[in-house]
């Protein structure tokens, strides 16, 4: 038990020196992953504190809290991947398309995958609109709207069929400002983001007042879906918490 706890914390403290480089958000719970296995691995193993020092009430409790942590934290994943399979309705009167990171006036890869996956499904749903929702932030040249706009129009997608949201900065803002200028409360409506993301954004949106919502995933980089999954867990309970969701 305590070399496989080691292990963990060991492969944890890996991954986050590699999402460290490449400068990835919310990195430092894998950091705080890694210490706390590492610990825990060293004081089953190598010192005395568990299995002399402490009374045995307290190493209940301790067990008692560790298994009901693990057990709420593999129910939020459970609702994430659960978003993750969701299958496209065809015909949908919208697509609402999430903005994700411009860099410079190019779409950054989850972007691009999400543009993608909205292409396609616009190509094989000829009456469907899709909405761009995006504003602009640090490091963009232009609005996420503005991009998805100009790409999807270079892969064939008529831009009659685009209504631009070009002022949102996040998921909640999206959905609240695409409302605004389009009937998608009351339309049959598919969100275009990661797979991870279907889920938190579906519940967003059905707490908005969506009634007929619908996910629409896109894949992810396969390296950094481990960190994007655990990441997500957090922000539902956020959302929750404020509210939102």
Same mark, same amino acid.
Request: with cysteine.
């Given at each position: 038990?305590?070399?496989?706890?080691?292990?963990?914390?060991?492969l944890?403290?890996?991954?986050y020196?590699?999402?460290?480089?490449?400068g990835?958000?919310?990195?430092?719970?894998?950091?705080?992953?890694?210490?706390?296995l590492?610990?825990?691995?060293?004081?089953?193993g190598w010192?005395?504190?568990?299995?002399?020092?402490?009374?045995k009430?307290?190493?209940?409790?301790?067990?008692?809290? $560790?298994?009901?942590?693990?057990f709420? $934290?593999a129910?939020?994943?459970g609702?994430?991947?659960?978003?993750?399979?969701?299958?496209?309705?065809?015909?949908?009167?919208?697509?609402?398309v999430l903005?994700?990171?411009?860099?410079?006036?190019?779409?950054?890869?989850?972007?691009?995958?999400?543009?993608?996956? =909205? =292409?396609?499904?616009?190509?094989?749903?000829?009456?469907?609109?899709?909405?761009?929702s995006?504003?602009?932030?640090p490091?963009?040249d232009?609005? #996420?709207?503005?991009?998805?706009?100009?790409?999807? =129009?270079e892969?064939?997608?008529d831009r009659?069929?685009?209504?631009l949201?070009?002022?949102?900065t996040s998921?909640?803002?999206?959905?609240?400002?695409?409302a605004?200028?389009?009937p998608v409360k009351?339309?049959r409506v598919?969100?275009?983001t990661?797979n $991870?993301?279907?889920?938190?954004?579906?519940?967003?949106?059905?707490h908005?007042?969506y009634?007929?919502?619908?996910g629409?995933p896109?894949?992810?980089?396969?390296?950094y879906?481990p960190? $994007?999954m655990?990441?997500e =867990?957090f922000a539902?309970?956020k #959302?929750k918490?404020?509210?939102n969701?």
């Amino acid at each position: 038990m305590a070399v496989a706890l080691s292990i963990l914390g060991i492969l944890c403290l890996g991954y986050y020196i590699s999402l460290s480089f490449f400068g990835m958000d919310f990195s430092v719970v894998w950091l705080l992953a890694g210490g706390v296995l590492v610990l825990l691995g060293y004081t089953l193993g190598w010192t005395r504190l568990w299995s002399d020092v402490l009374p045995k009430g307290v190493k209940v409790g301790i067990c008692v809290v $560790f298994l009901a942590g693990i057990f709420f $934290f593999a129910f939020l994943e459970g609702l994430v991947i659960s978003g993750m399979k969701g299958q496209p309705q065809n015909d949908l009167d919208y697509i609402i398309v999430l903005g994700a990171q411009v860099r410079g006036d190019h779409p950054s890869r989850a972007l691009r995958k999400r543009i993608e996956k =909205a =292409a396609a499904y616009l190509k094989e749903n000829p009456s469907t609109v899709a909405i761009l929702s995006g504003g602009q932030g640090p490091g963009e040249d232009m609005t #996420e709207a503005d991009c998805m706009r100009q790409v999807l =129009a270079e892969m064939g997608i008529d831009r009659e069929r685009m209504i631009l949201e070009d002022r949102s900065t996040s998921t909640w803002e999206n959905l609240d400002l695409c409302a605004k200028l389009a009937p998608v409360k009351e339309k049959r409506v598919g969100l275009v983001t990661q797979n $991870f993301h279907v889920y938190r954004s579906l519940k967003l949106a059905e707490h908005q007042g969506y009634g007929q919502v619908y996910g629409i995933p896109a894949p992810s980089q396969w390296s950094y879906q481990p960190h $994007f999954m655990v990441r997500e =867990a957090f922000a539902i309970v956020k #959302e929750k918490l404020v509210g939102n969701i």
